[in-house]
């Protein structure tokens, strides 16, 4: 009885200590963390924001968004679209956010219509988030996303390698040479050569695109003995090549050919170009899934992973990249229950929260079944 007193007050004093200062880094004990949610509850989860009540063209690089470079305390992470969002306040500029301000900030910053936002992000803030505090980092791990449940929970960021992060990436080196989330110049000149040498006027367009998707792949098969190249990295790989090509061209001239000015101002300088204005509409997956197919048809592949370099093994078992649902289904069924294999209480009932709002992504468009890995309340 006393040893079990003692116990609960080092663990009540080390939860006073740790967490009002969010500086514990270590994954908390399944009861440390009951205990955590006894106390203090999960944060409040928002609801997804709503399609855009006025979803058309508008300049974006505006007075009330300044682009402020990240100082040292702000975090930056493998994607250029968040970054800038970031530097521009149309997200906190520490880079620490709830999924719901992401959402907004792709919506009003970007255009990116209400689904495609929402299945980008609710998808990362499961594999990447923290759902006790509703707070994901878009870069790497930190304190600042709060106490952390249990392990094999990660909350590792977005910058985290072997989620949402994977191989091949257009301007990061594969995590087994590197840091796969910051900015590559040698990468970028590959990208400015590819453009010179594909597409039209020697902009970043569809051509430029498929070609440098192939281009990276292979150079992965050739060099990276630990690649990784199947769902659910394929949709991102695929879908991050078209994305430029769409949401960083003006939308004034929203011709889908990306200046090698405005791609260094987004993915380098992570800043939208002077006067920038967002895509005309909203932009739904009608518009992005024939782009990510095109790219696909002119270079072919199966999802497989390397053994060792140049050993390329196919996965036949992995969805391919025409399987939306399939990749849907193995994100929620296969991909989070690795990071939460029996979640209970009030840390099931947010990751399930987050998976109805993930499932509201998939439905209209894609018409996809839901799955439940925890039960269905
Ligand atoms: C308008 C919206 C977006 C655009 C234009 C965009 C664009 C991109 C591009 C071009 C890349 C590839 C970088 C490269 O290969 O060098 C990328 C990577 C990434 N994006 Fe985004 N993105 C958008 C929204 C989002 C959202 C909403 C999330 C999640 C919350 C996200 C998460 C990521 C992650 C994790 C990566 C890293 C992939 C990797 O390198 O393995 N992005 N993004
Ligand atoms: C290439 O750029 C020139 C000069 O800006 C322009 O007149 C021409 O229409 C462009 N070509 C295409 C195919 O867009
Ligand atoms: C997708 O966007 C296009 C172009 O703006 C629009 O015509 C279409 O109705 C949208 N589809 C859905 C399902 O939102």
């Known amino acids: 009885m006393?040893?079990?007193a003692t116990l609960l007050l080092l663990a009540a004093v080390r939860l006073v200590i740790?967490?009002?200062?969010?500086?514990?880094l270590v994954g908390l004990s399944e009861r440390d963390v009951n205990d955590y949610i006894a106390r203090h509850g999960v944060a409040h989860i928002p609801n997804p924001p709503l399609p855009l009540a006025d979803g058309g063209i508008k300049l974006v690089n505006d007075p009330a968004h300044?682009?402020?470079a990240a100082g040292p305390n702000d975090i930056r992470g493998p994607c250029p679209a968040l970054n800038t969002l970031a530097s521009h306040?149309?997200?906190p500029r520490n880079g620490v956010a709830r999924p719901d301000q992401i959402v907004t900030a792709v919506m009003e910053g970007l255009n990116l219509g209400n689904d495609f936002a929402k299945f980008l992000v609710y998808q990362a803030f499961l594999m990447n988030g923290n759902p006790i505090t509703n707070l994901m980092s878009i870069g790497m791990k930190t304190p600042e996303t709060g106490p952390n449940p249990p392990k094999?929970?990660?909350?590792g960021g977005l910058s985290q390698h072997g989620t949402f992060e994977g191989d091949t990436s257009m301007t990061r080196v594969d995590a087994y040479f590197g840091d796969q989330a910051v900015f590559n110049e040698d990468l970028f000149q590959g990208f400015i050569a590819t453009s010179a040498k594909y597409g039209v006027n020697g902009t970043y367009d569809v051509n430029a695109a498929a070609e440098l998707r192939y281009q990276r792949l292979q150079d992965s098969i050739k060099t990276n003995p630990q690649l990784v190249y199947t769902s659910p990295r394929i949709l991102s790989a695929y879908s991050e090549a078209v994305f430029p090509t769409i949401f960083f061209v003006d939308g004034r001239l929203n011709n889908r050919q990306l200046t090698i000015d405005a791609a260094r101002h987004f993915f380098d300088f992570?800043?939208?170009?002077?006067?920038?204005?967002r895509q005309p509409a909203p932009v739904n997956f009608?518009?992005?899934d024939p782009l990510t197919k095109a790219i696909f048809d002119k270079h072919p592949f199966t999802p497989g992973v390397n053994h060792g370099k140049n050993n390329f093994v196919l996965q036949p078992k992995t969805p391919a990249l025409s399987d939306f649902c399939g990749i849907y289904?193995?994100?929620v069924l296969r991909v989070i229950p690795g990071q939460y294999p029996r979640p209970t209480g009030a840390l099931r009932e947010a990751i399930n929260k987050n998976l109805g709002f993930l499932y509201t992504a998939v439905k209209t468009e894609h018409n996809c079944a839901q799955v439940f890995p925890f039960g269905k309340d």
Do not use: C, N, R, W
Request: glycine residues 2%; aromatic residues 14%.
């Open 66 to 68: 300044p682009f402020i």
């Open 270 to 277: 992570q800043m939208m170009p002077a006067d920038f204005h």
């Open 89 to 91: 306040g149309y997200l």
């Open 286 to 288: 009608t518009m992005v």
């Open 152 to 155: 094999p929970a990660q909350v």
């Open 18 to 24: 740790a967490l009002p200062a969010y500086d514990s």
């Open 329 to 331: 289904e193995d994100i």
């Open 2 to 4: 006393a040893k079990f």
